[in-house]
């Protein structure tokens, strides 16, 4: 109950494209949903984050989509260039104060290729 | 600006040492963070500690120990290296002040430790 599962593994997208990395979930306890992107030699960093009160969340050329009823959740990179290339972690948690609620329940991970 | 530094950046040690990696953070954050991250396997968390002095076990904690003797510093500690613990250690920290999320994390750039 505790897992998120992230799909697809890798993902290989043209210059200008749209690339869409989905994760699911099953405690409907979470209640804020962060996506991490890590750079090769890099730690990874927030990129952006939704919590369940919304349905999208746009950031720029980065949107969360975010559907409560199916348990799942997914970014969408618009107009994908090859600086976008990187690894991207979904994430789920129990917002809170202290104590192991608050900790991140991360997907395996997506590693983007942008082509140019 | 917000910062996590470890220690080193790549270590090599024999298997059965002893093996110190260091964590600093400068933002005054109550909590920290351990995991290792491997292909496939995304970031696991290994301890984590909420305050000074005090520490909780992850997902993976068997053969490794941490400290936090100060409000800046987390250590973890592999009591006797092994070859199963070559892998990429990334320490994190976020805020517990109100209006934060304790979901956001700040990650280092992270130790590769190979164990030989």
């Known amino acids: 109950q505790q897992q998120v599962k992230q799909s697809p593994q890798s993902l290989i997208v043209q210059k200008g494209g749209i690339s869409i990395i989905n994760c699911a979930y099953e405690n409907t306890a979470f209640d804020y949903f962060p996506w991490y992107q890590q750079f090769p030699g890099k730690g990874p960093a927030l990129l952006i984050a939704?919590?369940?009160?919304?349905s999208e969340k746009k950031e720029g050329r980065f949107t969360i989509s975010f559907n409560k009823s199916a348990k799942q959740f997914s970014l969408h990179i618009m107009d994908s260039q090859p600086g976008d290339s990187a690894t991207y972690f979904c994430a789920a948690s129990i917002e809170g104060y202290g104590g192991s609620q608050g900790n991140l329940i991360f997907g395996k991970g997506t590693k983007l290729s942008v082509k140019p | 600006d917000v910062k996590v530094t470890q220690s080193s950046r790549y270590l090599v040690k024999r298997t059965g040492e002893k093996v110190f990696l260091e964590c600093v953070q400068d933002?005054?954050?109550?909590?920290m963070f351990w995991y290792r991250q491997d292909p496939g396997l995304g970031l696991r968390l290994i301890y984590f500690s909420y305050d000074v002095k005090m520490k909780e076990k992850g997902d993976i904690p068997e053969g490794y120990s941490v400290s936090r003797e100060k409000k800046e510093r987390f250590s973890l500690i592999l009591e006797s290296a092994s070859t199963n613990q070559t892998s990429m250690y990334l320490c994190a920290s976020s805020s517990e002040q109100i209006g934060t999320s304790v979901g956001e994390q700040y990650f280092g750039p992270g130790t590769r430790l190979t164990v030989t």
């Open positions: 939704i919590r369940p009160d919304v």
């Open positions: 933002m005054d954050h109550e909590n």
